[in-house]
């Protein structure tokens, strides 16, 4: 039932699913899925927390030289989006976001609260403490932004380069945004 | 009408604004929308289109120094996001654009084939010809990525801080995407 409702969530956005279509996508009585999930807004949260376990995937991004952060971040935001289970979840909770407010918080979530409390402690000592969510807005604008493009608009030649020329391209990006002297945020 | 129009897509995305709705918010009648506009569709387009007057912007955009075309493309974007008429009117771009395919289209338009057509012009020389789809398809992805951030979800700190900051963070990512020498692209 997750696997039908992450993908038609995924396809069609929030909005234009119902819970009735999800239920017929796995084939089972829509009554089933309400028990299960309840609300179709609750049926969204199970299929948009489900996608990565993220105090894990971070413990792993922190874990490493300090100077490699944004590389191993952008490595693990692609393969997240490219696994064939959690990539539909996320693109699921992106369009979420973007057409209600309420999963407009859910991602704020996932970027801010998770990646500043996991990959913000590597950061003491190497930038100042205050800065450091600014950093994080900058961080999550460039990896929404290679999201956007790469596996929701589709633009080309985005979304047909290698994996590997992506994360190589857009690492120092994210690295500098996190580490490096931005004299604007002084 | 169409400032009502801009509004409406703005706040409530394409699907659930309609013609009625507009009409009644430019209190006017829903048939003399439909007189000068058409369909819905029809109308959104004529919101879509009007935001920026491109070839103008994009000229001013390219006229200058080559090592400042990052500076001077993030200033005009963010100009443009800030502006109270074209600012909705790119909101409504966006959501349409992430909520349906036809609108994605639009929205690849305006940045592939203008960026590449009138910025691109001055990376002749500068970087090899056929990096240049590939480079505009990163611009895409840090200005895009920060209209979502600053302005579809307001993630904060980043909704509130001043303009220049903000160019002055995000415009050595552009430009290192529009002229620096990038390996992996190589």
Same mark, same amino acid.
Request: glycine share 6%; hydrophobic share 25%; no cysteine.
């Given at each position: 039932m997750l696997k039908a409702a992450r993908e038609a969530f995924a396809e069609?956005? #929030? @909005? $234009? /699913?119902s819970v009735r279509q999800v239920a017929a996508a796995a084939g089972v009585d829509t009554a089933l899925v309400h028990h299960y999930f309840g609300t179709k807004e609750q049926l969204f949260q199970a299929v948009v927390e489900f996608p990565v376990d993220l105090p894990t995937t971070l413990a792993r991004v922190a874990d490493g030289p300090v100077g490699e952060l944004g590389q191993r971040l952008v490595d693990t935001f692609l393969e997240a989006w490219e696994h064939p289970v959690s990539g539909p979840a996320l693109e699921a909770l992106i369009r979420g976001a973007l057409a209600h407010r309420v999963y407009g918080r859910l991602i704020r979530e996932f970027f801010t609260v998770h990646i500043v409390r996991s990959v913000g402690v590597r950061l003491e000592g190497v930038?100042? /403490? @205050?800065?450091v969510p600014t950093r994080a807005n900058f961080v999550a604008s460039q990896l929404l932004g290679l999201a956007v493009v $790469? #596996? !929701? !608009? $589709?633009f080309e030649p985005m979304a047909s380069l290698p994996r590997d020329v992506v994360a190589a391209t857009v690492a120092p990006t994210v690295q500098r945004y996190l580490t490096e002297e931005i004299d604007a945020l002084g």
């Open positions: 069609a956005g #929030y @909005d $234009r /699913t930038v100042p /403490t @205050d800065e $790469r #596996y !929701l !608009l $589709r």
